[in-house]
């Protein structure tokens, strides 16, 4: 596999936090999108288990879909942060 150099004319924001809506509430795997474009990009490490807590990815998703009036994709996102945060409360147990 070829590695490029990041060049910051290429990022697409938009796509950075649709994927990283993709992989929080289950739609897609980090996996899926990186066989579909190398070059994708995510606003936390999508290999690493992610722990919903205040002012976190989903809090920042939430914010950034709400500006755009994306409803429905903040609503997705608010239920999912309900569900991980009650599956993390029974995993320590």
């Given at each position: 596999?070829?590695?490029?150099?990041f060049n910051i004319s290429d990022f697409n924001e938009y796509n950075c936090m649709?994927?990283?809506?993709?992989v929080l509430v289950g739609k897609a795997s980090f996996e899926d999108l990186l066989e579909k474009?190398?070059?994708?990009?995510?606003?936390?490490?999508p290999t690493e288990f992610?722990?919903?807590m205040n002012d976190d990815a989903y809090d920042v998703l939430i914010n950034y879909f709400e500006q755009l009036e994306q409803y429905s994709v903040c609503?997705?996102?608010?239920?999912?942060?309900r569900i991980a945060k009650i599956l993390i409360t029974y995993q320590d147990f």
């Open positions: 596999m070829k590695i490029s150099k649709y994927n990283s809506y993709l474009d190398l070059n994708c990009a995510f606003i936390f490490d992610h722990i919903p609503k997705e996102l608010v239920e999912a942060k």
